[in-house]
């Protein structure tokens, strides 16, 4: 009978739980913004984290602005910089660096009426004359709260996002080299993968955006989408979709890597319009106060809790593959912040803990209805039963299988402590 071991994955150390980011309050603006546009950039030798326009604590259509600032990470000083140039504050903008240029892209306008427009302008921001460029040309499908990310420090890719009314379903490629507009593949048309206030990165040559809503019904989304990009055409893109834990939703995260593993930091887990409260209208929505990240070529969560990550992130500073800088966003509240965080990674990336697995263990079959079959073990060895938030379940299991009838259909972790070592199996029961 050939076994299968595609969920499973063996750690000799920990499983990386608990807190591994040291985050550090490392400056302040000089006015409370959220629902801003976070981008690192140099002049010279010195590393500035950038951030343009957002909405003041007022949290009304009369507080969206194009005010623009950036960090000076040697200093800890912070400067105004010219505003976003455009007639109209704006919101859902988003922001990434190629070489010294930033494009500063989409958002929506809000009325004095409370109605939107959304924006298809690219703003080019110049790192080295702390300047703006004019800018780009205009994006083919305006779009707003989408996720944004750059393949291989030469391509822009605007993904889905809103436009006015609904979402849209457009893969939307920036060239600067020819500054031109490509047109990718879209995502399928279903309401799982067209979203707003979803985060992405890029990964070697695949897409990941997490979260978000969509115009169906506005609920919070826990899908996690992925689209391989073809290296020898670009704008051929394969979209797959994934649901790695149905209990965990993400809605306007801070999406970023570390060594190779994609990380979505802050946000919150309800969905929310631009004041913070539900759009379901039940009331202010709180931080989720999380880093969810995906092992590299997995999908499903690890997930590490902080005392405070603001909510309503559009962006992320990434100064190195393990420094980052947030600036602004929302705590708990509708507490519009101030603050710039370092974040430094400090644990050992799950990455670099794998190792081979341990060809006298087997645990089938995997995925299962409830009995899973353990051989290999020895006499001495230990089994406990974790979620995947790492708190233990059941303790002290020394038979040959694990029982999980008596639990809830889903994904767990089957540690087995054998001499000092955590050996830790992911098994699924359907």
Not at 53 to 80: A, M, Q
Request: charged share 15%.
């Amino acid at each position: 009978m050939v076994r299968s071991y595609l969920f499973l994955v063996l750690l000799f150390s920990s499983f990386g739980f608990g807190q591994q980011w040291t985050i550090t309050e490392v400056g302040q603006l000089p006015e409370q913004v959220t629902n801003n546009p976070v981008c690192e950039g140099w002049q010279g030798d010195t590393l500035y984290i950038y951030t343009f326009g957002g909405i003041d604590n007022s949290l009304s259509e009369t507080g969206i602005h194009l005010r623009s600032y950036r960090y000076n990470t040697i200093s800890g000083s912070v400067e105004s910089i010219p505003d976003m140039p455009d007639t109209l504050g704006k919101l859902g903008v988003a922001a990434n660096r190629i070489g010294d240029i930033i494009y500063v892209t989409g958002g929506y306008h809000v009325l004095s009426n409370g109605s939107e427009i959304t924006s298809d302008k690219v703003h080019r921001f110049n790192t080295q004359t702390n300047s703006w460029m004019s800018d780009a040309p205009a994006i083919p499908v305006a779009t707003d709260d989408h996720v944004q990310a750059v393949w291989k420090d030469s391509l822009l890719y605007l993904v889905t996002g809103w436009k006015n009314t609904a979402n849209i379903q457009h893969c939307q490629i920036f060239d600067p080299a020819n500054n031109q507009w490509l047109s990718g593949t879209s995502v399928p048309n279903s309401h799982d993968y067209k979203s707003f206030g979803a985060s992405g990165t890029i990964i070697g040559d695949t897409i990941y955006y997490f979260g978000g809503t969509s115009s169906w019904d506005f609920n919070p989304q826990n899908k996690l989408r992925m689209g391989i990009i073809n290296p020898n055409d670009p704008t051929d893109v394969s979209w797959s979709i994934s649901t790695p834990d149905a209990t965990i939703f993400g809605y306007r995260m801070a999406a970023t890597q570390v060594n190779g593993q994609g990380h979505w930091i802050g946000g919150s887990s309800l969905s929310y319009n631009f004041d913070g409260i539900d759009y379901n209208g039940s009331g202010i929505v709180a931080p989720s106060d999380r880093d969810l990240y995906l092992q590299s070529g997995t999908t499903w969560w690890y997930s590490d809790t902080y005392d405070t990550i603001p909510m309503d992130q559009r962006g992320i500073g990434n100064a190195t593959d393990s420094v980052k800088y947030l600036i602004g966003g929302m705590f708990d509240g509708q507490n519009v912040s101030d603050k710039i965080y370092k974040l430094e990674y400090t644990g050992n990336s799950i990455l670099n803990t794998l190792e081979q697995v341990s060809s006298k263990i087997e645990i089938y079959p995997n995925p299962s209805s409830g009995i899973f079959r353990i051989s290999g073990l020895e006499e001495t060895d230990q089994i406990q039963l974790l979620n995947l938030q790492g708190k233990v379940l059941v303790k002290n299991i020394k038979a040959n299988e694990i029982n999980l009838t008596a639990f809830e259909s889903g994904t767990y972790l089957a540690q087995v402590l054998s001499e000092g070592k955590h050996q830790t199996f992911k098994i699924i029961k359907q």
